[in-house]
């Protein structure tokens, strides 16, 4: 099993939309749980922390269920400029080892 | 700003040939990161540094070596390359585990 999983998409959607990724992890040692975006041809980028109180930015809000072991990202009301992919990562513990494990990514096109 | 640069972002390499990836962090970062980043397979760990002259090995070290022995460069070494290893290679930094990690531009390498 993957550490970190993410459903692949595509997901393709129209302006104004909302939609929602998801994420599971396998190490319930797990710190800390972020959402990076990628752009083509481009080097991710922190779009978020995730909290276990759940936490927002605008039009995105992100989940974290420890119990359940997943992280959700829902984006509102979705422009064209959101369009890249999203991935979902976890930084934690396994051994000494201290790292970021990230998901494949969800691809995401924003369609006018 | 906050940099991290990678010392090429395209490279052509013969099979066999011993190739140097150098990456530079300003930021005063503890860790540093090593991926690859491949269609279908997302960002793969190849090996880390929480120090200097420190490092451990990621998901995928075999055919890699790296190389710390100054606080804010980080070297990935292959040390035979082979078409396998034809990817986009990816750096990062961050303070601890904990926090936003900043990567490079990448590096795509080729190996021919």
């Known amino acids: 099993r993957k550490e970190v999983e993410q459903d692949p998409g595509p997901f393709n959607v129209p302006e104004g939309a909302t939609v929602a990724f998801n994420c599971t992890y396998s190490?319930?040692?797990?710190?800390?749980f972020f959402w990076y975006r990628q752009d083509c041809r481009k080097e991710p980028k922190l779009l978020m922390s995730v909290y276990s109180s759940g936490n927002e930015d605008g039009r995105f809000t992100a989940q974290l269920n420890r119990a359940s072991q997943y992280i959700s990202l829902l984006i509102r009301d979705s422009k064209l400029s959101d369009s890249a992919t999203y991935l979902c990562v976890v930084n934690g513990y396994s051994g000494s080892a201290r790292q970021l494990t990230f998901g494949s990514g969800t691809q995401l096109t924003v369609l006018p | 700003d906050v940099k991290v640069t990678q010392s090429s972002r395209y490279l052509v390499k013969r099979t066999g040939e011993k190739v140097f990836l150098e990456c530079v962090q300003d930021m005063d970062h503890e860790n540093m990161f090593w991926y690859r980043q491949d269609p279908g397979l997302g960002l793969r760990l190849i090996y880390f540094s929480y120090d200097v002259k420190m490092k451990e090995k990621g998901d995928i070290p075999e055919g890699y070596s790296v190389s710390r022995e100054k606080k804010e460069r980080f070297s990935l070494i292959l040390e035979s390359a082979s078409t396998n290893q034809t990817s986009m290679y990816l750096c990062?930094?961050?303070?601890?585990?904990?926090?936003?990690?900043?990567f490079g531009q990448g590096t795509r390498l080729t190996v021919v």
């Open positions: 990062a930094s961050s303070t601890n585990p904990n926090t936003e990690a900043f």
């Open positions: 190490n319930s040692a797990s710190q800390s």
